[in-house]
C-alpha cells in the first residue's frame, strides 16, 4: 500500500484565495482524520470521519473551513477565503483498528 | 475534554546517553497513549504505545512507563544516537486502543550531541 496520499504537497496562495487539500487514506481503514500542524499550537484535530460520516468537527476554526467526504478513498479539506493565519502544514490520517498513519501532509502558505 | 502536557520542549543529550521525556494527562478515562517521532520535514510516525492494563512496555531501545495514578506516562530512549535527533509527540484517548479522539502534546525536540 502507498500510504495515506495528500495533494497538493506544498501550496502558496494570497489572502482571500480559495485552498482546497486533497486526502486518499489507506484502503480498508475506515476512519480519516484532518489535522493542523503549527510551532504554536502543535498537532490540532481539526475534523474526523468514521465510515465518511463527520463524527467531530469541533477543532474546525471557523465556517472558513469545510471538510468532505464522499466515499471511502477520498477527502477534501477546503479553506474559503483563506488567511495568512491558515499558514501550517495539514496532515491526512487514517486508521483502521488502532495506529493513526500519517500522510506526508500539504504545506499551505497565505500570503 | 483531554489536555495533555509535554515536558520538556526541547532536549539535548550527548550520544550514548539516556533521554526521558514526560507527559501528563487529565481524563482519567484516558486508556491508550501512543508516541509519535516526526523527522524533520516528515510524518509523524508510531514508535511505540501502551494500554492501560500495563505499566511498562519496551522495545529494544525504547520504552515507556505509565503512571495511572499520577496521570503521567514517559519515553526513555537509552544509548541514544544521532538518527534519534526528531521531534516526539505524546499522546492519549480513551476510545481503547483507537485512534478516535487522540489528543496531542505540543511536543519534545530531542537534539542528540555527537
Known amino acids: 500500500d502507498a500510504g495515506v496520499i495528500q495533494s497538493p504537497r506544498h501550496e502558496v496562495t494570497e489572502m482571500g484565495q480559495e485552498v482546497t487539500l486533497r486526502c486518499k487514506p489507506i484502503s480498508g481503514h475506515n476512519s480519516l482524520f484532518w489535522y493542523r500542524q503549527t510551532m504554536m499550537r502543535g498537532l490540532e484535530l481539526l475534523i474526523y470521519f468514521n465510515n465518511n460520516v463527520p463524527i467531530d468537527d469541533s477543532g474546525m476554526p471557523e465556517d472558513r473551513f469545510s471538510a468532505k467526504m464522499p466515499n471511502a478513498s477520498f477527502s477534501t479539506l477546503k479553506i474559503q477565503p483563506s488567511e495568512p493565519r491558515d499558514s501550517a502544514v495539514y496532515f491526512c490520517?487514517?486508521?483502521?483498528?488502532?495506529?493513526?498513519?500519517f500522510g506526508e501532509g500539504s504545506r499551505l502558505t497565505v500570503l | 475534554g483531554e489536555n495533555v502536557e509535554q515536558h520538556p520542549s526541547t532536549l539535548s543529550v550527548q550520544e550514548g546517553d539516556s533521554a526521558v521525556i514526560k507527559c501528563t494527562y487529565s481524563d482519567s478515562a484516558s486508556n491508550y497513549f501512543p508516541w509519535y517521532k516526526q523527522e524533520l520535514g516528515k510524518r509523524p510516525q508510531l514508535i511505540i504505545d501502551?494500554?492501560?492494563?500495563?505499566g511498562e512496555k519496551k522495545d529494544q531501545r525504547i520504552a515507556v512507563t505509565l503512571n495511572k495514578t499520577a496521570k503521567h506516562f514517559s519515553l526513555h530512549i537509552t544509548e541514544t544516537q544521532p538518527e534519534d535527533s526528531a521531534v516526539y509527540f505524546c499522546a492519549a484517548s480513551s476510545s481503547g486502543g483507537g485512534a478516535d479522539g487522540l489528543t496531542f502534546g505540543k511536543g519534545t525536540h530531542l537534539i542528540i550531541q555527537p
Open positions: 490520517a487514517s486508521s483502521g483498528i488502532g495506529e493513526l498513519f
Open positions: 501502551i494500554r492501560s492494563n500495563v
